[in-house]
């Protein structure tokens, strides 16, 4: 079996004080996405920043991003509708008008951190209808027990169509704890036509990325999940990150899946 690697290369909170070498304009966000690409990524999950390096929801900014990143390689462009802390949802979900591939839906409100990421269930009903209208594919971040429920009520209600694709995602403060047993939890839960991917945010990032893909999920390794490659050592860039995930995947007998197969596991139109 295969595995599907994203490229998280951005977050929404992290700064080239944190790690100087994280991407933050569009033409470096789309040079790392496309070393990604070569180095086994089938999947990029994109936050944009301003010109003030903040998160941004600027289409042009985007759209030059993902303009950039279509002209070198034909890897599937995940949009964070997350966007970044602070900004409202009615405003992230405009994003699903430039018309990704993906998008993600973060279906509940929670304590993230010291902020507030507010996710009310009246506006993520709305998104998911027009991310469905749009055939923009939902990447279902779920940070507790809770939210896989709430998922799957929107799937009951017709809001989400199968196959339904997760991120599993551990070590926000005020979401679930990066611990094998919380992943073990998750994927249980997991509906079994369903795939999955683990977010371990952090320290354990190494360890739960590892663990999801001996347990049958796909992973995501970048920048924003991970700053350092080992204790102490900062990542030299998302290059690192996505080999050592490709690595992973192959040292387990998952070859990384290309885009074209990717499409197929999540039952996206093939591009032409
Ligand atoms: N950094 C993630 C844990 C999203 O992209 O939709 C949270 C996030 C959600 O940024
Ligand atoms: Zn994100």
Known sequence: MTAVITVAPTGPIASRADNPTLP???????????????????????????PDERPTTDPDIIRRAMDLIAERCDILIQLSTGVGLGVPLSERARLVELRPEMATLNVCSMTFGR????????????????????????????????????????????????????????????????????LLLMASRIPSDANWQVIAIGKANLQLTAMGLA??????????????????????????????????AEGLGRPAAGP?????????PAVV
């Open 215 to 248: 347990l049958g999920g796909n992973a995501r390794a970048g920048l924003e999940d991970a700053l350092h490659i080992s204790k102490g050592v900062l990542a030299d860039g998302n290059a690192p990150l996505v080999r050592r995930a490709v690595q992973l």
């Open 24 to 50: 933050v304009t569009p033409e470096e966000i789309a040079d790392a996405v496309a070393e990604a690409h070569d180095l086994g990524a089938a999947v990029a999950h994109l936050h944009l920043r301003g």
């Open 115 to 182: 902020a507030e990421f507010s996710n009310p269930l009246p506006d993520v009903e709305r998104l998911a209808g027009r991310m469905l209208e749009l055939g923009v594919k939902p990447e279902l971040e779920i940070y507790d027990t809770g939210h896989l429920d709430v998922c799957l009520r929107l799937r009951d209600a017709g809001l989400l169509a199968d196959p339904l694709q997760f991120s599993v995602v551990l070590g926000v403060p005020g979401g679930m704890a990066a611990t094998p047993e919380n």
């Open 260 to 268: 074209a197969q990717a499409r197929e596991i999540l039952a996206l």
